[in-house]
């Protein structure tokens, strides 16, 4: 079995920038998940607000991997509008039976965490091993750098 994966989504490319970091650390595996709906822009992100409410479903690509060789996974993801954005709904549908064991990390602006947490547990129907919340202002800052070992543990 290998060690560690990581599987992010970044519309941003806030959470990439934990996520790369991150690999560099563990020297692990990684799968970006690209949303194919676009998304850029300010009139995309209220769409990407409501796509999230919605719960909707998304048209995603990612280099499939086996998922259950894998120790750990590290999932990463942006919170939009107190949820977790279809990208990452529509993998975690796709790939439930196949992710055991998980982290979670959590890039946000101000969200309340606990929904998504929630939501992520209930599509995987179990909660994750351990829960991070990084806040844009520290990524933006580097200062989400002092507790990237912690995640690590």
Same mark, same amino acid.
């Given at each position: 079995m290998t060690e560690d994966l990581i599987i992010f989504y970044s519309r941003t490319g806030s959470t990439r920038t934990v996520a790369e970091k991150l690999k560099e650390l563990l020297d692990c595996d990684i799968i970006e998940i690209t949303d194919k709906k676009p998304r850029r822009g300010f009139l995309k992100a209220i769409g990407c607000s409501i796509d999230a409410i919605k719960k909707n479903l998304t048209d995603i690509e990612? /280099?499939? +991997?086996?998922?259950?060789? #894998?120790?750990?996974?590290? *999932?990463?993801? %942006? =919170?939009?509008?107190?949820?977790?954005?279809?990208?990452?709904?529509?993998?975690?549908?796709?790939?439930?039976?196949?992710?055991? /064991?998980? +982290?979670?990390?959590?890039? #946000?602006?101000?969200?309340? *965490?606990?929904? %998504? =947490?929630?939501?992520?547990?209930?599509?995987?129907?179990?909660?994750?091993?351990?829960?991070?919340d990084i806040i844009h202002k520290d990524i933006k800052s580097g200062s989400f750098m002092l507790n990237l070992n912690g995640m690590t543990k």
């Open positions: 990612y /280099n499939k +991997k086996d998922l259950k060789k #894998y120790n750990r996974i590290f *999932i990463m993801t %942006p =919170i939009w509008a107190s949820n977790i954005p279809p990208a990452i709904r529509t993998f975690l549908t796709l790939e439930k039976s196949d992710i055991l /064991n998980y +982290k979670l990390i959590l890039t #946000y602006k101000g969200s309340d *965490i606990n929904k %998504p =947490i929630k939501e992520i547990s209930e599509i995987l129907d179990t909660y994750p091993s351990n829960t991070f």
